[in-house]
């Protein structure tokens, strides 16, 4: 079975720090996907950034990109010049590859992120 | 475009009791999934639906929990009757389709908390 894990409960930053929030999982799987999502206050989660594990490069998406380690299983998540609206929880989550994919998300406990002005 | 809306947003009801949360997907989105976040824990998947019909439902904890989705349009999840350990926050998400093109994603609604008390 698939498990992903994010080891820090709480982070907090100050405005315009970079901060790297960290995730890990366990799968036998070869092909899957990971992704980080983004839940603010407001409560609407937001997919942030995705990444197809056949892809050795790793994904960007302006401010935000990871760091995938296939072979360690590692996937973190860095924000750059970190802004007030990222204050957010932000929940790793797992995806196994199908040709025809159910959509089954495996997540993280979730990491609060606390950016100070 | 209207994104995931779900209802109510916040819902205290005492054990023994009925409650139904609603989701309305995305208009076009065949693909509709609820997860749920018990506190302190994963989000965990609940079941998936494309257009009308159950197309995963591994994830219902019991048969206090009904779900539908008639006329392929909003999705409804009844718990019945309400027990202490269902409390926490229930997510809707709405994909255009289960082929898992680069662009794919689920959109997920405010979500709905629920307190059994």
């Known amino acids: 079975a698939q498990t992903v894990t994010q080891s820090q409960p709480e982070m907090s930053v100050q405005e315009a720090e970079t901060v790297t929030l960290s995730c890990t999982y366990d799968?036998?799987?070869?092909?899957?996907?990971l992704f980080w999502y983004k839940q603010p206050p407001s409560r609407q989660m937001i997919l942030v950034i995705r990444q197809e594990a056949y892809k050795q490069q790793n994904a960007t998406e302006n401010r935000f990109s990871v760091n995938f380690q296939k072979a360690a299983k590692s996937f973190s998540l860095k924000i750059s010049d970190s802004q007030l609206g990222d204050t957010a929880m932000y929940f790793c989550a797992f995806m196994k590859h199908f040709p025809d994919s159910n959509y089954q998300l495996i997540w993280g406990a979730g990491t609060k992120l606390i950016i100070k002005p | 475009e209207a994104g995931v809306t779900q209802f109510p947003s916040h819902s205290v009801i005492e054990k023994g009791q009925t409650v139904t949360l609603r989701c309305d997907p995305i208009s076009g989105h065949d693909n509709l999934y609820w997860y749920r976040r018990v506190m302190g824990k994963e989000i965990k998947f609940l079941l998936h639906f494309v257009k009308e019909s159950k197309q995963d439902e591994s994830g219902m904890p019991n048969n206090r929990f009904l779900a539908e989705r008639t006329g392929g349009t909003y999705s409804t999840l009844k718990v019945q009757p309400a027990e202490l350990e269902d409390s926490g926050v229930y997510f809707c998400?709405?994909?255009?389709?289960?082929?898992?093109?680069?662009?794919?994603?689920?959109?997920f609604g405010q979500g709905t908390r629920l307190t059994v008390v």
């Open positions: 799968t036998s799987e070869n092909n899957y996907y």
């Open positions: 998400a709405s994909s255009q389709t289960t082929m898992f093109a680069d662009r794919n994603e689920a959109f």
